[in-house]
């Protein structure tokens, strides 16, 4: 069982449901999501919610744990517009960040100055967390797009109320209305990305949680851990590899090359999914929709080439990731974009693990199981030489 790799009292969060998994991993308890047997949020299929619902609903239904009445769904979307605006100390600040600061970067040091402007006596409870959730969900998207455009020499724009919240992003970012294609996978984007049971970001936010730190505190712990190349997604290399290729016919050629200097495609393979990743399934008639309507067609026709190229030699579906790039370079979105459209979406998760976790008494604190030297004796400086 996975409790004897664990020495020491196991975390609270863990006993109540912990079992080996098929790679000898422990399986943590959780009831917001599930991956096995189909992703389901909350009980709900993601297939559903992809085709019937939108992202604040989804939001509300992560972190709450039910689908929002009517009157909870306006609350949720009055308290999105009217928190869209950022303080001025913190537009004069974004104005002033050298251009080579990444994205991530910005966002975690912009929740870090957030924070200290919304400083409470508790912070740490469902209720605030729910608070300050809400309003960093209003405030990141304003903030990313003020980067980006700014960084552009072009005009921060303010939110806008008339416009679904992957519609005001979109808004937001390139200061153009939305097509209703656009916004729609947008949406289905965002829903993707919500949650996704214990990545590692979610885990870093679920330990900082643990402690009972403040839910901002969470935030950018599963900031810093979705940073990494390893979790953020290879967006850009994606799109250069697209490039790379350029036609459908030199795919299979440049596929097996990269295969012999390199373990993996960009965008193909994941940690969890041994077949297919559910959600590139869902998110792949979007993106192909996007690309007709915005003349990409013959990107995603190399797209399709280089899925056959890699399927042909390694039996590998591509993951979320290759068609998140796809999509937004459709879009019209640089791929730096990528992990900041990621956080914002992530942070549902993040929140409803916060949550979560503060029903355990007591801090995770797994135990290490040594691998160092044996015991060895002292020696004085003199004699070491």
């Known amino acids: 069982m996975g409790t004897k790799k664990l020495h020491g009292t196991v975390p609270a969060f863990m006993t109540h449901h912990l079992s080996a998994s098929t790679n000898g991993s422990p399986l943590l308890s959780t009831a917001i999501a599930a991956i096995d047997g189909g992703l389901r949020y909350r009980g709900y299929a993601i297939e559903e919610l992809v085709q019937h619902s939108n992202f604040s609903e989804v939001a509300f239904l992560v972190i709450q744990g039910e689908l929002p009445t ?3 769904l306006a609350d949720l979307q009055a308290i999105l517009t009217e928190a869209a605006v950022l303080e001025p100390d913190l537009v004069a600040w974004i104005e002033r960040i ?5 994205a991530i970067d910005v966002m975690r040091t912009a929740v870090s100055l957030i924070a200290l402007a919304e ?3 508790d912070d740490s409870g469902p209720v605030a967390a729910w608070d300050t959730i809400q309003r960093l969900l209003a405030q990141l998207p304003v ?3 003020a980067r980006y455009r700014l960084a552009r020499g072009q005009k921060a724009l ?3 109320d008339d416009l679904s919240y992957a519609g005001n992003l979109l808004w937001l970012l390139t200061g153009v209305d939305p097509t209703p294609t656009a916004e729609r996978a947008c949406d289905a984007l965002l829903i993707l990305t919500a949650e996704h049971e214990f990545t590692p970001s979610t885990c870093a936010a679920r330990v900082v949680a643990s402690t009972r730190a403040d839910i901002h505190s969470a935030v950018i712990a599963g900031m810093c851990a979705i940073k990494g190349v390893w979790h953020g997604g290879p967006g850009h290399q994606i799109i250069d590899i697209l490039e790379a290729v350029g036609q459908p016919d030199a795919a299979q050629p440049i596929v097996r090359a990269v295969l012999e200097q390199y373990e993996r495609v960009p965008g193909f393979w994941h940690r ?3 077949t297919s990743d559910p959600r590139a ?3 792949a008639p979007f993106c192909r929709a996007v690309a007709a309507e915005a003349g990409c067609n013959t990107m995603e026709q190399v797209a399709t080439a280089i899925e056959s190229a890699v399927w042909d030699e390694q039996q590998i579906m591509p993951s979320l990731d290759w068609h998140a790039a796809r999509l937004l370079h459709y879009l019209r979105l640089d791929a730096d974009l990528f992990v900041p459209i990621f956080v914002i979406s992530r942070m549902v998760s993040w929140a ?5 976790q503060q029903q355990s008494p007591q801090p995770i604190r797994p135990r290490g199981s040594y691998s160092g030297p044996a015991d060895r004796p002292f020696e004085a400086l003199e004699e070491r030489g």
Not at 352 to 356: G, R
């Open 158 to 160: 303010e939110s806008r």
């Open 272 to 274: 969890v999914y041994r």
């Open 119 to 121: 400083c409470h006596d």
């Open 281 to 283: 399934e869902l998110l």
């Open 98 to 102: 050298p251009l080579n600061a990444t």
């Open 143 to 145: 903030l990313v797009a």
């Open 70 to 72: 009517h009157e909870q």
């Open 352 to 356: 409803a693990h916060y949550i979560e």
